[in-house]
């Protein structure tokens, strides 16, 4: 399952990144790295951006982002 796929309240935890290069590297930078508890908090009517809490903070990524972390 990847992280775009994810239901509205619910928490998973970040398994591995599917991007390579720059990609893979923003999303790391993001904080979003292997063994992370993440949490949507919300979805936009059209699915995009998805808002997460994420290490304490709340993040807002694209859909096509999301798509790139697979969690469990």
């Known amino acids: 399952m990847t992280l775009n796929e994810v239901e509205k309240g619910k ?4 398994a591995r990144l599917l991007g390579e290069g720059a990609v893979k ?3 790391m930078d993001m904080g979003l ?3 992370v508890e993440v949490t949507v ?3 936009a009517p059209l699915g995009d951006p998805i808002e997460l809490t ?3 903070y709340e ?3 694209r859909k096509d982002e999301a798509a790139k972390v697979e969690v469990r």
Not at 11 to 14: G, K, R, W, Y
Request: net charge positive.
């Open 11 to 14: 928490t998973v935890t970040v």
């Open 25 to 27: 590297r923003r999303i």
């Open 33 to 35: 790295t292997k063994g």
């Open 41 to 43: 908090r919300k979805v």
């Open 54 to 56: 994420v290490r304490g």
């Open 59 to 61: 993040l807002s990524i």
